[in-house]
């Protein structure tokens, strides 16, 4: 199955500002996924990557704040803005192959802002 | 809109026994079902991952099966041992026009004493 590498691991950041959020997959890769874990909440669905075309985003989720590239089959990123300590959380990317593996999850990256 | 409930919350068990967590679904048209473990604050890591066609899947000391009629997966820990303390969450995967995005329960919190 896939083996995905996210980056930043953690970071703390200041409100107001942006971070982006970096997965790398080791083979090609149909369809990409971000999610936000809120602390002790379950797994929440942010949008769909889509490569080559604009990611498709959940209900409550918009562009704006969680701008979202997918600019090839491997590699995708997550920005997320003008930051708030409403948006501390695990954020993590998923992919699913082109098998039947299922998905597969990065390790996630746990963000604090102050 | 799928809704997935896990039974029970949180377990605490001596090292040894036999465990079984449940997972319901309101949504029986899924495509297939994935079982993951979680660590805290780390990604998710797939254990068992149920295609349409299977009855169950078995991997090791784990065993899960499906009933995607009356909406119900259940993962059975043969075993268990302190390294399997963490979070269980089960997630099935959406067909349809949402085919691909999985949906969460909020976890089965597993503690192993030694």
């Known amino acids: 199955s896939a083996v995905i590498s996210q980056k930043p691991s953690r970071d703390i950041c200041q409100r107001g500002t942006s971070l982006t959020i970096q997965c790398q997959v080791d083979s090609q890769v149909t369809m990409m996924f971000w999610y936000r874990q809120q602390p002790g909440q379950s797994l929440t669905l942010i949008a769909t990557?889509?490569?080559?075309?604009?990611?498709?985003?959940e209900s409550g989720f918009v562009i704006d704040k969680f701008p979202i590239s997918r600019p090839n089959l491997t590699f995708s990123t997550l920005t997320v803005s003008n930051m708030s300590p409403e948006d501390s959380s695990i954020y993590l990317c998923?992919?699913?192959?082109?098998?039947?593996?299922?998905?597969?999850f990065g390790s996630g990256t746990r963000l604090t802002v102050v | 809109k799928q809704e997935v409930t896990q039974i029970p919350a949180a377990l605490s068990v001596p090292e040894g026994e036999n465990l079984v967590l449940n997972c319901s679904f309101t949504d029986s048209a899924i495509y297939n079902l994935q079982w993951f473990r979680q660590d805290p604050g780390k990604g998710l890591t797939s254990l068992l991952l149920i295609q349409s066609s299977q009855r169950e899947q078995t991997s090791g000391r784990l065993n899960a099966s499906l009933d995607k009629s009356s909406g119900r997966s259940t993962l059975y820990i043969a075993a268990s041992q302190p390294g399997d303390s963490a979070t269980y969450l089960c997630?099935?995967?959406?067909?349809?026009?949402?085919?691909?995005?999985?949906?969460f329960g909020q976890g089965t919190i597993l503690t192993v004493h030694p």
């Open positions: 997630a099935p995967h959406a067909g349809g026009t949402s085919y691909g995005k999985l949906t």
């Open positions: 998923s992919a699913r192959g082109t098998g039947v593996e299922g998905y597969t």
């Open positions: 990557a889509n490569q080559g075309s604009e990611a498709t985003y």
